[in-house]
T-cell receptor, first 115, second 114 residues
Framework: AQSVTQPDIHITVSEGASLELRCNYSYGATPYLFWYVQSPGQGLQLLLKYFSGDTLVQGIKGFEAEFKRSQSSFNLRKPSVHWSDAAEYFCAVAPPGNAGNMLTFGGGTRLMVKP | DTEVTQTPKHLVMGMTNKKSLKCEQHMGHRAMYWYKQKAKKPPELMFVYSYEKLSINESVPSRFSPECPNSSLLNLHLHALQPEDSALYLC?????????????FGQGTRLTVV
């Protein structure tokens, strides 16, 4: 069975500092990989996705993620965090070939931004 | 239009009530989903509809009854819920059978069972 681990439950960074959120997955093959962001009481917004090809993926709001097959990781990065980035971030996987279906989410990382 | 619209945004219901959650999309997606998200937890898949037919039920109790009356609408009928069913209920949609696509989520319905 697939699983997704986000080791950091909470992360606090200063505004303007760089950010890296970790995500590791366990899956029989390379799944489709996603990062979603959720503001309090809101739905999920897709930041970026990886299906195949270039392992460095660019997303919205200045985020990027790198797929590393050898480490089963898909870490999210941003070079300079803004106060509006404070939110909950979820890494998710889906079986390859049917990307929108049956998302399995990691436990989430809550990002707090200090002024 | 890339929106998934859920109504109501908030719902408070008693354990003997019957209510329905609604979800609508006009992106031509033929796969629609219900997820349940408890406080401080990730979303968990409940149901998947494919071409208006229920294709996946993740062992959800029968007090939750999904319905897909057409390709744009998805309902979740609620009856005899328990307080532990209080959660954010998220609807999502995606293209069915198309590679390299992703799910779009609605803003959710915050349900409180009293």
């Amino acid at each position: 069975a697939q699983s997704v681990t986000q080791p950091d439950i909470h992360i606090t960074v200063s505004e303007g500092a760089s950010l890296e959120l970790r995500c590791n997955y366990s899956y029989g093959a390379t799944p489709y990989l996603f990062w979603y962001v959720q503001s309090p009481g809101q739905g999920l917004q897709l930041l970026l996705k990886y299906f195949s090809g270039d392992t460095l993926v660019q997303g919205i709001k200045g985020f990027e993620a790198e797929f590393k097959r050898s480490q089963s990781s898909f870490n999210l990065r941003k070079p300079s965090v803004h106060w509006s980035d404070a939110a909950e971030y979820f890494c998710a996987v889906a079986p390859p070939g049917n990307a929108g279906n049956m998302l399995t989410f990691g436990g989430g990382t809550r990002l707090m931004v200090k002024p | 239009d890339t929106e998934v619209t859920q109504t109501p945004k908030h719902l408070v219901m008693g354990m003997t009530n019957k209510k329905s959650l609604k979800c609508e999309q006009h992106m031509g997606h033929r796969a629609m989903y219900w997820y349940k998200q408890k406080a401080k937890k990730p979303p968990e898949l409940m149901f998947v509809y494919s071409y208006e037919k229920l294709s996946i039920n993740e062992s959800v109790p029968s007090r939750f009854s999904p319905e897909c009356p057409n390709s744009s609408l998805l309902n979740l009928h609620l009856h005899a819920l328990q307080p532990e069913d209080s959660a954010l209920y998220l609807c999502a949609s995606s293209h069915q059978g198309a590679l390299n696509t992703e799910a779009f989520f609605g803003q959710g319905t915050r349900l409180t069972v009293v």
